[in-house]
DNA sequence: GACGCCATTCAAAGCGCTTTGGGAAAGCGA
DNA sequence: TCGCTTTCCCAAAGCGCTTTGAATGGCGTC
């Protein structure tokens, strides 16, 4: 069943039809009527391939999604984005097409492009440092946001990120403020924007009192619970335990809290932990309190913000480059506590110094 | 830049160019060359809307995850599913399109129903007892398969889905042949299909044996760390605290070790874990031995047969269902041992009877 | 009664591609 | 030279929709 065939059913031409169908005013309210009933009753949906090529718009957005190629892991916020960004986009009609980028090879390029006239603007998601994507998007002359942001790029594009670097900058105050100055960041790997914004913060706050961490206290890697585990286990095994340690994901902490546990000790009695928080539905944080102290920031919230600005920049391309800036909100929870007195393990050492 | 352009630029038809870059045989080898040029020259990349509504076919699959209307949930094993899907897909020329669906209302199956003419068949994640989108994908008349199964559905329609029962059945023979019998199901929520085939295989092992769980022992919740952790925790400290626990997905079973430890118990020793693994990529259950004994059943390759079938079925409608089955795989990890002799808590009972 | 005006409706072109059905040129055997 | 096949290329139709520009008819007005 195709436009002609409702037409022609009903005695119309096509573009009555069409015109009643999408609402313009040049078609008589009864007649709209008729046409409504008869498409609902054979259940006519206008074929979106011949309505994009008509009208130029695609109403469809991509989500591009890198993918680690020697881990073949997919970004593990992913899908609770894509459930933040799919309510607006459907009631805007819009669908997602999803394009999953392996780093850098030509082929990439062309995936990329090959959304051209199959979408109407994309999201990019997890940026690196040095994003080869970039190129590919500015070639396509497409309307993109970026969740995160490009280090490298100098020039105005639009993204949505939450303030990585004052958010961990808070969490280490927080700590501070608690008495700990042994504190160690489990953060996700070097290369990824977000983590060396929190690197960045984290430091910041330490140096402002005079801090300085040894190197060993910060650790990158891929964000999984193993890791967690092994680096706190090896962290508080070292000759100099951290009494607090940041971690750049839930995950992680869970790993961290499990050393912390095998070891004998009490998660934020003994050793304090604070998190970041995505809030991923299938990793809450929840609870009153929460298990874990945490800087939240909702993912979903961020696709939100994403998916707005995006429509409104296919909507209005001049409308600019849209930066939005996240706040993360410190939520207290059971895993932070004064820094003990007396070091863990017996044994006692001084806070480093500079 | 399109074909028309390219053409005239070539002095050619654009028959002819689409021909050669679409390989046709009637163009000479030289004018294809020249064809292939002028195009990765003038980065021409044919709009994929224009060849959709020419040839009929998308080259596009669409993905409908539910979304847990209630809770925003989205399914965890989304993420890891599209990973194994892409390479396929993206091998073969085809798209992936996104459709999220919540629980039954009308818009629903009208957002499906768009999805005609945009792809060429269907995946459909986590299938519940009573699907309502299996009426629509019916009316749809698209070729589909179904990650998972529909059990109230007697007619033949294309699945990828693992032996749950089987692999149930196995795990909870392996806690027996190790001494235990008093075994806990730590499972998914009622409604989803897989979950009733795990308790199903979880209780035909026990009545093999001769043994009834009491009602309490079979739990059902979304699968989060919390959950798992209650859950132990309260049967940990119940009247008849099992000696091993069975559990869906190894965030459950992570929170089950938590519970574990929380009470002083050794995971292995004192109570034995053994848990579905689906090896989503941020929640591996890896080293070796791994921590978890599993019965592991990698989503990705799921995920990659129902393309591949789906890719079958969409070339030749007639290939009629196509219906998999596959295996778990039963990992041995740190987590499980013999039942211990004095059960934990200084508690002595008898296990449960028939 | 002629005119203009509004409210409706329609015919036809066009979006960018594929594909059918030729058709010209070249090659070949007789 | 002719007729036939083969090779290579092309014009035009069509996929299902939107949209421009024009046509139709009813109505009030002078």
């Not at 280090?151 to 939450?162: A, H, I, P, R």
């Not at 895993?335 to 500079?354: E, F, K, L, M, V």
Request: hydrophobic fraction near 40%; glycine fraction near 8%.
């Amino acid at each position: 069943m195709n436009l002609k065939d409702l037409a022609s059913l009903l005695g119309l031409s096509p573009t009555t039809v069409s015109r009643a169908l999408n609402g313009y005013p040049e078609v008589s309210e009864q007649t709209r009527l008729r046409v409504f009933e008869a498409a609902a009753q054979h259940g006519y949906v206008p074929d979106p391939r011949a309505r994009s090529l008509a009208t130029g718009r695609a109403k469809a957005v991509g989500l591009v999604i890198p993918v680690d190629s020697r881990h073949e892991r997919v970004n593990p916020v992913f899908g609770d984005f894509v459930a933040g960004a799919s309510d607006t986009l459907w009631a805007r009609g819009y669908d997602i097409m999803l394009t999953l980028t392996s780093e850098a090879n030509e082929a990439n390029s062309y995936r990329m492009l090959a959304a051209r006239g199959r979408v109407d603007g994309l999201v990019i998601q997890a940026p690196l440092i040095h994003d080869w994507r970039i190129g590919v998007l500015r070639e396509l002359g497409l309307p993109y946001v970026v969740h995160g942001r490009f280090s490298d790029e100098d020039q105005t594009y639009s993204w949505v990120d939450m303030d990585n670097r004052r958010a961990f900058r808070r969490a280490t105050e927080h700590l501070l403020n608690l008495g700990h100055t042994r504190i160690a960041l489990l953060n996700g790997i070097r290369g990824m924007d977000f983590a060396e914004r929190r690197a960045d913060g984290f430091l910041q706050a330490l140096r402002a009192r005079g801090l300085e961490p040894p190197p060993e206290y910060l650790c990158n890697s891929r964000m999984t619970e193993t890791y967690g585990y092994d680096a706190a286990t090896s962290l508080l095994r070292s000759e100099m335990p951290p009494s607090a340690l940041l971690t750049s994901s839930v995950i992680v902490a869970m790993g961290a809290r499990r050393a912390i546990e095998t070891q004998g000790l009490r998660m934020g009695r003994d050793v304090s932990v604070i998190t970041h928080d995505d809030v991923l539905t299938y990793l809450l944080n929840d609870g009153t309190p929460p298990v874990f102290t945490a800087i939240r920031s909702p993912v979903r919230d961020a696709a939100e913000l994403a998916i707005e600005n995006l429509l409104t920049l296919i909507e209005d391309p001049s409308a600019g480059p849209i930066q939005t800036l996240l706040e993360a909100e410190l939520v207290p929870g059971g895993s932070s506590g004064p820094a003990p007195t007396n070091p863990p393990h017996g044994r006692t050492r001084d806070a480093y110094q500079i």
